[in-house]
């Protein structure tokens, strides 16, 4: 079985206690208008998957494609449309709100993000090198990486070599992060541990792959609403027979 994931925005970091009262440093995820826009099967695309997505938009402020799509599947645009692969019993409605209550405290959850951008940093900061010597004839190159040629042959720098650059601004995967808990007024999730990004990010929530997860709602959350109970209309009551 594989579930659906949820497309979610980073809000921040916080502390929460247990039953014990012990402190839990948690990042905040909010789910918000999240919904299922479209699905794929495996007759007409080889596989199947449900299509999300998060934050309406109007059609002058996404692509044309997307706003096309999203007219022609009779939904609204949204902002940031993702795909999730799951399996046959685990393919949910088009139209369906999701909630935090997808997930359930005590799983396991793997996100996925865009980490902060960094700027252009130095070897030191980007791939932790030790830098040269303080003292000892080193003049000016203290925190330079040192020598990063080859021999004779092949004559170059190779590819791949460990060098100045960009940092961050990149596609960022922590796995095995407990879900603390949920709030489903506000439709948060929180999750135990730090998530890349920038507040504001967009993140993906995932069933953690390596864990062996029971008891999580399938294909999703769907509340239920008690219908209130109509009153009866009391039966007059025949004398003739009380006699």
Not at 45 to 70: C, D, F, M, S, T
């Amino acid at each position: 079985m594989k579930r659906s994931g949820l497309i979610t925005t980073k809000v921040g970091m916080t502390r929460l206690y247990d039953e014990a009262g012990v402190a839990h440093a948690v990042t905040v995820l909010s789910v918000g208008d999240c919904a299922v826009i479209g699905n794929r099967t495996t007759e007409k695309n080889g596989y199947v998957a449900n299509i999300l997505g998060l934050r309406e938009a109007k059609a002058k402020h996404v692509a044309k494609p997307q706003a096309k799509a999203a007219e022609k599947a009779g939904v609204k645009p949204y902002r940031k449309v993702v795909e999730f692969r799951v399996s046959d019993d685990c393919v949910i409605p088009v139209g369906t709100q999701l909630s935090a209550a997808h997930f359930i405290a005590g799983q396991y959850v793997d996100v996925q993000a865009t980490s902060k951008g960094k700027g252009f940093q130095g070897a030191m900061k980007r791939h932790n090198f030790g830098g040269k010597e303080a003292t000892h004839g080193v003049l000016k190159a203290h925190r330079s990486l040192g020598g990063t040629g080859m021999r004779e042959w092949p004559g170059r720098v190779l590819k791949g070599k460990k060098m100045s650059g960009q940092m961050g601004n990149e596609t960022v995967t922590v796995q095995n992060l407990k879900v603390f808990g949920t709030d489903t007024a506000e439709n948060l999730i929180f999750v135990e541990g730090a998530v890349p990004g920038s507040n504001g990010t967009f993140v993906l929530v995932n069933d953690a792959v390596k864990k062996v997860q029971a008891q999580l709602p399938v294909p999703t959350f769907v509340e239920v609403k008690e219908e209130p109970a109509t009153a009866t209309e009391e039966q007059p009551v025949n004398e003739a027979e009380q006699a």
